[in-house]
């Protein structure tokens, strides 16, 4: 059967300049969301869809950023333009009023001049602003359907806010409206099976893309430049929740004095990182880093890890995006068996016996201390497999077969 025609509308929060955008803010979002998005963006890309950006740009509000007046410009991915980046005012309170007239102007405009054309409006993470503007959208024209790619949920489904204060305050209000904007979508994208039990969206269709990866970069030089040192790298956000303490406990049992603990990130870890650091100079806390750098340091070290637990509840509805970033490095990588992967990962990932301090502690001097050929191969392997079987291709046809189902069901 032939596919339905309709037009693919995508409104993210993306950052417009990842780099540039990142120096100018005091305290910056993660940037998973962002890559998560712009792989969407460029898989319905390859899939040729009929598709338009309309972006709300990922930056602070003033003064968490030097940016008061933010003008509309054209969204480009890869350089090429797809879309347009929303204007709005970058004060607070004011942001929100500005982004949401800003947006319900572009989308309006866009389907008044295509009456005819059914829309599949996307967005992700139950934004509000987002949502809100779907729903008057939905009110005004016919052929509508909206998704909502969901890869983060709140409360004890995901992390806790620990931002106080009014500005605390107002977070916790903006995600439980997306706890409640989340019910309301025509169909989804989900990062777990798990999740549809506990978002309530009945018998809607959904499907299951638990991360989608690109690079267009060659296999990157794995040569060390010190073969007597082992460097194990961490890079994300440094939730204790997410095992920050297990893993500085696991490298502290480590008592050779040729390892090294490099952590990259922020989160309320932090100062246990810094008292660790102050304790053993084998473990150096660089903070907040850009893709680069997280990169280059990559490729500086012998093992990536990631110390999450099965003890928490989150861990059923998220998958982590370094999991496929490590997989994708070309290096090894140490970390717990989580009920949110595919059983196929585990043949690409390094576990630990157990989960105890002690269990990942030998699998990192295990993994460590292979002969660099192995290494290699072990790196090789898994790089192949995020490269062919999680390409953004290749998993977005899996959110076009979705949404082509959908069409024809309720054309």
């Known amino acids: 059967m032939e596919n339905p025609k309709y037009k693919i509308v995508f409104c993210p929060i993306l950052y417009n300049n990842i780099e540039k955008d990142l120096k100018i803010s005091k305290n910056p979002n993660p940037i998973s969301g962002h890559k998560f998005q712009e792989n969407i963006i460029r898989g319905l890309i390859a899939n040729n869809s009929d598709m338009l950006v309309i972006n709300t740009p990922r930056i602070r509000s003033y003064p968490y950023t030097s940016k008061i007046f933010v003008r ?13 980046n929303i204007g709005f005012i970058n ?7 500005t982004k949401k007239a800003s947006l319900r102007k572009y989308l309006y405009n866009e389907i008044r001049d295509n009456i005819d054309i059914p829309y599949v409006l996307m967005t992700f993470n139950s934004y509000d602003i987002q949502s809100e503007v779907f729903e008057y959208i939905k009110r005004k024209f016919r052929n509508i359907y909206t998704c909502d790619i969901i890869a983060d949920l709140h409360g004890k489904y995901g992390i806790k806010n620990f931002t106080k204060g009014l500005r605390g305050y107002f977070i916790n209000r903006i995600e439980n409206k997306q706890d409640e904007f989340s019910k309301i979508f025509d169909s989804y994208v989900l990062l777990t099976e798990d999740m549809k039990n506990v978002i309530g969206f009945n018998n809607k269709p959904y499907v299951v893309v638990e991360g989608l990866y690109n690079v267009n970069k060659n296999m990157p030089d794995m040569t060390k430049d010190n073969k007597n040192e082992y460097i194990i790298f961490y890079a994300g956000s440094l939730f204790l929740k997410y095992g920050i303490k297990h893993l ?21 870890g932090e100062e246990l990182v810094h008292q660790y650091a102050k304790e053993d100079n084998r473990i150096l806390y660089l903070g907040f880093i850009s893709p680069e750098e997280t990169e280059q340091w990559q490729i500086r070290a012998d093992v990536l890890v990631s110390p999450r637990q099965t003890k928490y509840e989150y861990v059923k509805y998220s998958f982590p995006s370094k999991t496929m970033e490590c997989l994708a490095s070309g290096k090894p990588y140490v970390a717990h068996k989580l009920p949110c992967e595919p059983d196929e990962y585990g043949n690409y990932i390094r576990y630990p016996r157990d989960e105890s301090d002690l269990a990942l502690k030998d699998e990192l001097i295990r993994v460590c201390e292979l002969p660099m050929e192995v290494k290699k191969q072990i790196g090789i392997a898994a790089r192949n497999f995020i490269l062919s079987e999680k390409n953004p291709k290749r998993m977005c046809r899996k959110i076009l077969d979705m949404l082509n189902k959908m069409v024809t069901v309720y054309k």
């Not at 509309?72 to 347009?84: A, E, L, P, Q, R």
């Not at 502290?252 to 309320?268: F, P, Q, T």
């Open 248 to 268: 500085l406990k696991s490298f502290s049992m480590i008592e050779k004095e040729n390892y090294r603990l490099v952590i990259a990130g922020i989160g309320d």
């Open 72 to 84: 509309s410009s054209k969204f480009f991915v890869d350089d090429t333009k797809v879309g347009i």
């Open 91 to 97: 004060l607070p309170l004011i942001s929100r009023i």
